[in-house]
């Protein structure tokens, strides 16, 4: 059976299914290959390397299935020769917190993966260093005093000097070298005797950070700036938040994460195509230790629409409280993506569906959307809701009531219509009853076909008709509305049937969520192109009772998926967290999410000519927003208050700079009126330096 295994493993490593480009440094001897077999004895492994300096992301969903699961299906490895390790990539302290490092495990674990096992980068801090030191002494590492201005400039200059190599001219007449301090570096031919001292005393915390550094002696030639003597080492006095006190000295990224690949017996090493220029220090610096190299596979990112995938961004969504936090409903994180109702089983889903390539694309939330419905519609328990209630009393109740004869007005309705096994529940009309707002008008319309004065409608599962007689105001506001019910045999057939909640209700809180952004693809202006409709409350909405023992607030955990519901003809809904409601007391809050909507109804949902005209109102706006954006883009911050169309006939005095001093009526502006304006000015300067780099 081990023989059997093996040659399966031998029979993988020769697949081309997961391969990237070919470098020189790439290629394994044959004692390491021999090594790593009687190691992994027949085992592939895949690593999963987040870094824990956010919380985890739908990308990083994508990344999970690919390690955990779809690598090993293209590679056609067999269930019993998989293994994926966990690792927390936990090399900057400044970035990285206990929260966050609980947060990774609680998602991947709610995702459902089971690593083989869990590591962490800074467990390999002394190994690591200890290959440093076997760098220096190789002559392949030295410690350097450059500024990081003149890192910028040496980077710089080896740049222009590629590319002039790239096109056949000479780059010491295109680009001549000034001074050998700055390329290849004052430091870098010093002595080993020399590095080794003082890397020594950047370990013992003998320097300041940002004084010195250790840079690997690469190639300052290459068309690879990736390859410019890239720095391993910082000198950071930050405690580690899982190493502890122990270190002050912290290797970088591109430094570790190849070397614990290697160390872990990783096979294959997956990451994004971004990733693709960092193949050649990932290679060179295990060349350089001789070491397994692993087989990289870079596959492109996960671009969803109307969202942002940069933990930089997210951080800013936070930190400027543009939403509620990490885990807020409209976030991508895999916390966010739970609070709002979307369950391990939609996210896996999804993910597997796409699937994992090098071509780059945008994938349409739609897509997200509609697996989410597949997912929910045959698992969820339906219950009627309405966002908006109005009441509704029922003028002839009694009367009908009567009729009903002992079943009275409660009727059995099915959890679910198309899965008997989800039970059943009752709902009982009474007196008065309410309707959401959306399934009344005062004035009707040929293309609504809900309720209106003097209207019939349906009532679900009453089985009659729904008259409107009266409609009563508070002001412009409806306050109620006087009704009749009309369930006789000859009653004219309704064109659809909508839904109430009785009296006696829950009332509860409800989040409606739509696109975090206005537009598909966020650009460089991504703060501007935020959506200020992503999150709409309503707190006065109502739900039948019969789901009261469901909604406690004890069986709400925001490492789980919460109770799901469908509000019929409104969407999926979860609840949320912030529920406090006592189901024993009806006492509390009780708040839910929306999660998706459903598929619109055509037949019944058709747009009138009043909201197709509001619709292209509001598309028109947005398009006069956008050239106003385009235009201000053009305009030099000095500028600003002279040209933008904004401030045309406010000022008549300028200063040196631009900054306005009069009004145009010639009244000299306060400091405190100037100092605003100045603000204004950096926050288009800011906007405007942005626009020019994209």
């Known amino acids: ?39 992994n004895k027949g085992i592939v492994r895949t690593r999963f390397p987040p870094e824990p300096n956010g919380y985890l992301h739908i990308g990083h969903a994508k990344s999970m299935n690919m390690n955990f699961s779809l690598a090993f299906d293209k590679l056609g490895v067999p269930m019993e020769s998989r293994r994926t390790v966990f690792r927390y990539d936990d090399t900057n302290p400044d970035a990285e917190t206990p929260e966050y490092i609980d947060s990774l495990r609680r998602d991947l674990e709610w995702l459902g993966w089971k690593p083989e096992k869990t590591t962490y980068s800074s467990d390999n801090f002394q190994k690591l260093y200890e290959l440093a030191v076997e760098l220096i002494k190789r002559g392949l590492a030295y410690v350097c005093d450059m500024t990081k201005a003149e890192m910028e400039a040496q980077r710089d200059l080896a740049k222009k000097r590629s590319s002039a190599r790239a096109v056949g001219k000479d780059p010491d007449e295109e680009f001549p070298i000034p001074s050998e301090d700055i390329l290849p570096g004052r430091s870098r031919n010093t002595s080993v005797e020399r590095n080794l001292k003082l890397f020594e005393e950047m370990r013992l915390g003998l320097h300041a950070e940002g004084t010195l550094t250790l840079r690997l002696k690469m190639d300052f030639e290459s068309a690879n700036p990736n390859m410019y003597d890239l720095v391993a080492y910082r000198i950071r006095y930050t405690p580690h938040p899982h190493a502890g006190k122990g270190w002050c000295i912290y290797p970088n990224y591109d430094f570790t994460h190849g070397i614990c690949d290697s160390l872990e017996r990783i096979d294959y090493s997956i990451c994004t195509l971004e990733f693709e220029t960092r193949r050649e220090p990932y290679y060179w610096i295990l060349w350089a230790l001789d ?21 930089r961004r997210l951080l800013k969504l936070v930190n400027a409280k543009y939403v509620r936090g990490w885990d807020d409903p409209r976030m991508p994180t895999i916390s966010g993506l739970r609070r709002r109702g979307y369950t391990k089983e939609i996210i896996n889903t999804f993910c597997n569906d796409v699937g994992a390539t090098r071509a780059m694309n945008v994938i349409d939330m739609a897509k997200l959307f509609q697996v989410a419905r597949m997912k929910l519609a045959d698992t969820t328990r339906r219950a009627m809701a309405c966002l908006e209630p109005i009441k509704v009393v029922i003028s002839n109740f009694a009367e009908e009531a009567a009729k009903a004869g002992e079943a009275g007005m409660t009727f059995e309705v099915q959890n679910s219509p198309t899965d008997e096994s989800l039970g059943m529940h009752s709902v009982t009309m009474t007196e008065s009853i309410f309707i959401d707002s959306e399934d009344f008008r005062l004035e009707d319309d040929p293309n609504y076909f809900r309720l209106a004065p003097n209207k019939p409608v349906g009532l679900k599962y009453f089985g009659g008709n729904l008259i409107c007689d009266k409609v009563v105001k508070d002001g412009e506001k409806i306050k109620e509305l006087k009704c009749h019910v009309d369930n006789s045999a000859d009653r004219p057939k309704p064109k659809s049937h909508i839904t109430w909640v009785p009296s006696d209700g829950i009332t509860c809180e409800v989040r409606v969520y739509n696109h975090l952004f206005t537009v598909p693809e966020p650009s460089d202006l991504w703060e501007d192109e935020l959506n200020p ?33 469908q509000f019929e003809r409104l969407g999926y809904f979860v609840v949320d967290i912030d529920t406090t409601f006592d189901s024993s007391t009806n006492e509390g809050k ?14 019944v949902k058709k747009v009138s000519d009043a909201e197709a005209e509001k619709k292209r109102k509001h598309a028109e706006q947005q398009r006069k927003d956008a050239e106003a954006r385009d235009i201000l883009m053009k305009i030099e911050p000095k500028d600003l208050f002279r040209l933008a169309p904004e401030y045309q006939g406010k000022y008549s005095k300028y200063d040196d700079t631009g900054l306005p001093t009069h009004l ?27 626009n020019k780099k994209n």
Not at 293 to 306: A, C, I
């Open 590 to 603: 009780l708040v839910f999410n929306r999660t998706v909507n459903l598929k619109e109804d055509k037949a």
């Open 533 to 565: 409709e992503s999150e709409v409350l309503y707190p006065n909405a109502i739900i039948d009772p019969s789901v009261l023992s469901l909604v406690d607030k004890n069986n709400v955990d925001k490492w789980q998926s919460n109770q799901a519901l």
């Open 291 to 311: 070491m397994y190299r692993p087989k990289v596979y870079e596959m492109s990112r996960l671009n969803l629409e109307y969202t942002v995938l940069s933990k």
């Open 1 to 39: 059976m081990a023989t059997d295994t093996a040659a399966a493993a031998a029979a993988i490593s020769t697949t081309n299914a997961l391969t990237g480009r070919e470098l020189e440094w790439a290629v394994n001897s044959p004692e390491l290959l021999a090594e790593h077999a009687s190691i």
């Open 664 to 690: 145009a009526d010639g009244t000299e502006l306060t400091k405190s009126a100037m100092k605003k304006l100045d603000k204004e000015r950096a926050k288009h300067a800011k906007k405007f330096a942005k």
